[in-house]
């Protein structure tokens, strides 16, 4: 039988639909809303097997703070409201046949890349449900992310008219542009035409930095800051070797 994993990316999912709720502090509707929303989505994609990954929300910034401390320095924290509705939430979850992947030591986004790569490379078809443009650099044929809210897939057409690189150079793109949500500077005086430009001639920011051909207005800045390039690219790459602890048979979809 062939398999067709669905990855939720649980926060990002539910603080959009918490966002657009008329009263913050009904988590109910909330909860509801969100059951809503994955039926549909389960509906549409008709999952073999299933997985919501959750941001523990009192989590510090990671390893990524440890390489880049300005990152998401200034986040904001997540709603008490939905502080304290989390657990009903999951628990919602459950009823749908959807169990949860709470992340303790590694964002979930890294948690969510590890678990698509390792079954997207066995040729096994995976799902991304997130808005997050940075799954994007994951995109393989058997591996396609979900823009639910958009409705549209985030593809290699849509990286292509939104950033003009390949799905594989997006973390040496954000490390030349930086990433200004997350507090990722990049390289100063670079922004995304620059990558663009740099990333049509080169396929990396090391081979873009050792060449002679580099021109001259981008070398003096690269120059300055290839070290903050670095760094910047790593915060931006995903992980993809966690040690996960289970295997896809525990995340077997089945209604409930």
């Known amino acids: 039988m062939s398999i067709h994993l669905v990855i939720i990316d649980a926060l990002n999912l539910i603080r959009r639909v918490h966002s657009v709720q008329p009263d913050p502090n009904d988590i109910a509707r909330t909860i509801e809303t969100t059951s809503r929303t994955l039926t549909r989505i389960i509906n549409e994609a008709k999952p073999t097997h299933i997985i919501a990954v959750f941001d ?3 989590q510090d910034r990671g390893w990524r703070a440890e390489i880049l401390p300005e990152y998401k320095q200034n986040r904001k924290p997540m709603p ?3 502080v304290h509705g989390l657990d009903a939430i999951q628990d919602a979850w459950w009823q749908l046949g959807i169990d949860s992947l709470l992340s303790e030591g590694d964002e979930a986004d890294d948690l969510v890349a590890t678990l698509a790569i390792k079954v997207a490379s066995h040729n096994e ?3 991304i449900i997130s808005t997050d443009k940075g799954y994007c650099q994951l ?3 058997t591996l396609q992310i979900r823009d639910y809210f958009q409705h549209r897939w985030l593809d290699e057409p849509f990286i292509e008219n939104e950033f003009g690189v390949k799905p594989t150079q997006l973390s040496d793109y954000w ?3 930086g990433i200004s949500s997350s507090q990722v500077p990049g390289v100063a005086g670079i922004g995304p035409k620059a990558a663009k430009e740099i990333l049509t001639q080169f396929a990396d920011i090391e081979q873009a930095f050792a060449s002679d051909e580099l021109p001259s207005k981008y070398r003096k800045k690269l120059d300055k800051e290839i ?5 910047c690219k790593q ?5 993809t070797d966690i040690e996960l602890g ?3 048979q525990d995340l077997r979809y089945n209604a409930k």
């Open 56 to 58: 523990h929300h009192l």
């Open 80 to 82: 008490e409201p939905l």
């Open 125 to 127: 078809k995976v799902t």
């Open 139 to 141: 995109l393989s044929p």
């Open 175 to 177: 490390g030349l542009t």
């Open 227 to 231: 070290e903050m390039a670095r760094k």
């Open 235 to 239: 915060v931006a790459a995903l992980k």
């Open 246 to 248: 289970f295997n896809l």
